[in-house]
């Protein structure tokens, strides 16, 4: 009896200082590992970095289409969804059946104050856009569909960083058409987890 109690005793301890040891990363608070999993990026209805197609479609809330293309396949929402006020195409983008890209490409009311507007929105969530050179957003899609998008057209295009290392594009990509675009850390090279115990 005096050993479980000194042993409940002892589990009481290490809980109340707020520390768990997971094999491989050391010790690390509860609150640390809150924090963390507040920061990494989820997408609408709980979509994340990583899941396969039928994950995304058996989450997603609206009738999604499936194209594959090599090593890239596409899924797109077959009726426009809401965004912010607006509505918009929706698309996952997936590499070897893990999601890489999204994108909402606005088709209907794209007006200079709208797109504003929808800079505003991200301005809110994810801080200060700072300019990107339309090459940028053309080699992200290229990976998808050669050439799918030309250089000229894509203008005000506009990056922000999440704390996760998502990469949020919002730009015109054709005169009177504009899309936001999301890429996970991993395509951007910023999804690197480095160990740290002992350092």
């Given at each position: 009896?005096?050993?479980t109690i000194?042993i409940?005793?002892?589990v009481l301890?290490?809980?109340?200082?707020g520390t768990?040891?997971s094999?491989?990363?050391?010790?690390q608070?509860?609150?640390?590992m809150v924090?963390?999993?507040q920061?990494r990026?989820?997408f609408?209805?709980?979509?994340?970095?990583g899941?396969n197609?039928?994950?995304?479609?058996?989450t997603?809330d609206?009738?999604?289409?499936l194209?594959?293309?090599s090593?890239?396949?596409v899924?797109?929402?077959?009726?426009?969804v809401?965004?912010s006020?607006f509505?918009?195409d929706l698309v996952?983008?997936?590499?070897?059946?893990?999601?890489?890209m999204?994108t909402?490409?606005f088709?209907?009311d794209?007006?200079?104050?709208?797109?504003?507007y929808?800079?505003g929105?991200?301005?809110?969530?994810?801080?200060?856009?700072k300019?990107?050179?339309?090459?940028?957003?053309k080699?992200?899609m290229?990976?998808i569909y050669q050439?799918y998008y030309?250089?000229?057209?894509i203008q005000?295009?506009t990056?922000w960083l999440t704390?996760?290392?998502?990469?949020?594009?919002?730009?015109?990509?054709?005169a009177?058409k504009?899309a936001?675009?999301?890429?996970?850390?991993?395509?951007?090279?910023?999804?690197i987890?480095?160990?740290?115990?002992?350092?």
């Amino acid at each position: 009896m005096k050993k479980t109690i000194v042993i409940l005793c002892l589990v009481l301890f290490l809980f109340s200082q707020g520390t768990c040891v997971s094999e491989g990363t050391g010790t690390q608070s509860i609150r640390e590992m809150v924090m963390t999993d507040q920061k990494r990026f989820v997408f609408r209805n709980g979509i994340a970095w990583g899941m396969n197609p039928q994950q995304v479609s058996l989450t997603e809330d609206i009738p999604m289409e499936l194209r594959n293309s090599s090593d890239w396949s596409v899924m797109i929402s077959e009726s426009s969804v809401a965004v912010s006020r607006f509505t918009a195409d929706l698309v996952y983008m997936f590499y070897q059946d893990a999601l890489r890209m999204i994108t909402y490409e606005f088709q209907t009311d794209c007006s200079t104050l709208n797109f504003q507007y929808l800079m505003g929105a991200l301005s809110s969530l994810y801080g200060e856009g700072k300019e990107v050179a339309s090459s940028a957003i053309k080699g992200w899609m290229d990976r998808i569909y050669q050439n799918y998008y030309n250089e000229d057209q894509i203008q005000k295009a506009t990056g922000w960083l999440t704390e996760d290392g998502t990469s949020v594009y919002l730009y015109y990509y054709t005169a009177d058409k504009y899309a936001i675009l999301y890429v996970c850390p991993s395509e951007n090279g910023s999804d690197i987890h480095y160990e740290t115990n002992g350092l």
